[in-house]
């Protein structure tokens, strides 16, 4: 390219921030160094050169309650953030996932009449809920970069251009942990068998499923041979789930480190885990997984108004049958958690079914050639030279 084009970028949480570093590198590296950066980003995208307009974490809220004493910063910010593009005229404003903010910011860049192109990376997920989101998201947005494979055409029949660029997950450690390493470091004889038990990454989930998880692995256990239990968990809950499992007379290795949980998944048998991304670094880690979750019954008559999916888990959804069992609201109970998980511990066949079909969705999830985040680069440069 002639020029150095501006590109501008906005992540709202941590997940973005790491999107748009490794999206920030893969374009440096396509222009060989001639582009520049500006937007809001986090520690991943500064380390890439950004300059933060502001903090990312002034972004970082989630849920109704905690949002409205903030409503009116957040406000301001997306105003300061507006007027911002409108000065610069990038090249192309780049818009990652948080939806609440970025896509509000997206809107009003089109409202303003600028000729600045408006990618949106992260599709919406309007094939679980809310479909109507395809059309409106349609009327504002230049191109939409998604990371699942059957997303495009849900967009592209309401007028919006759509990349399939690729999971994320695919570059990241799953599936290149050391089992070996992990079974020595923690005394595991390499005989014994490991059980991985994921009840999730928020504390309310781990309230909710960890009980009715440790009840499942304790009728496992019962008339076969000791195996070990890992729980991976974030580093600000790992001491709540170490007591909590403690306080139910259960012992389990308690790990805190990404890299120990890819070390845990690569040694690893079995898992058990709550519905959420960590099934999906499961199936790449080829590991046979038993997904569960529940949820206060008010809330999923609620919801289950409203999602569309015929799957929870994304393993599932992307291959569009039962790949991992799922055991949902009042069949999450320890007897059938067990059985479940005893058929995949003691079935050679179920197990290697679930584990090829691992391998499928690993092949649907890259894109052709190149990794998701260069595909991810490759397309924002087309957009760039589409407006040229």
């Known amino acids: 390219m002639s020029q150095r084009p501006l590109v501008y970028l906005i992540a709202g949480e941590p997940s973005g921030d790491l999107l748009g570093g490794s999206l920030m590198a893969a374009l440096r590296r ?9 937007g809001i980003g986090g520690e991943k995208m500064i380390a890439e050169g950004l300059e933060s307009s502001f903090p990312m974490a002034e972004l970082s809220v989630m849920g109704l309650v905690e949002v409205l004493p903030r409503l009116r910063q957040l406000q301001r910010r997306g105003e300061e953030t507006v007027a911002e593009i409108g000065r610069l005229r990038p090249a192309a404003l780049v818009t990652i996932d948080a939806p609440g903010f970025t896509l509000r910011v997206a809107e009003r860049v089109k409202a ?41 055409p849900y967009f592209e029949k309401e007028g919006l251009s759509c990349s399939f660029v690729g999971h994320p997950a695919i570059e990241g450690m799953a599936g290149k942990g050391d089992g070996t390493a992990f079974r020595i470091r923690h005394g595991i004889p390499l005989d014994r068998k490991i059980v991985v038990m994921l009840p999730g990454s928020r504390l309310g989930e781990v309230e909710r499923m960890l009980g009715i998880f440790l009840k499942a692995l304790r009728r496992l256990q019962e008339g076969r041979q000791p195996f070990t239990v890992v ?3 974030p580093a600000y809950l790992a001491d709540k789930v170490r007591a909590a499992i403690a306080a139910a007379g259960f012992a389990a290795i308690v790990t805190e480190s990404e890299s120990e949980k890819f070390d845990a998944f690569a040694a690893a048998d079995l898992a058990l885990a709550k519905s959420g991304t960590v099934t999906l670094e499961l199936a790449l880690s080829g590991v046979p997984t038993v997904i569960a979750y529940r949820i206060n019954w008010l809330t999923h008559l609620i919801v289950k108004r409203m999602i569309k999916a015929p799957y929870a888990g994304l393993p599932n959804v992307i291959l569009g049958c039962s790949l991992m069992p799922e055991l949902l609201q009042g069949d999450c109970n320890p007897r059938s958690l067990a059985t479940e998980l005893a058929r995949l511990l003691d079935d ?16 649907r999830l890259s894109p052709p050639d190149m990794t998701p985040s260069e595909a991810a680069a490759a397309a924002v440069l087309r957009v760039i030279d589409g407006k040229r």
Do not use: C, N
């Not at 396509?30 to 500006?38: E, K, R, S």
């Not at 066949?349 to 092949?363: L, W």
């Open 231 to 233: 729980v991976p968990a």
């Open 112 to 152: 303003l009449g600028v000729d600045v192109p408006r990618i949106h990376y992260v599709a919406p997920s309007v094939w679980a809920w809310k479909p109507g989101r395809a059309a409106k998201v349609a009327k504002y947005l230049t191109h939409l970069m998604a990371l699942l494979p059957f997303e495009p």
């Open 30 to 38: 396509q222009t060989d160094g001639a582009i520049a950066f500006a």
């Open 348 to 363: 050679p066949a179920a197990r290697q079914a679930q584990i090829d079909g691992m391998a499928e969705v690993r092949r």
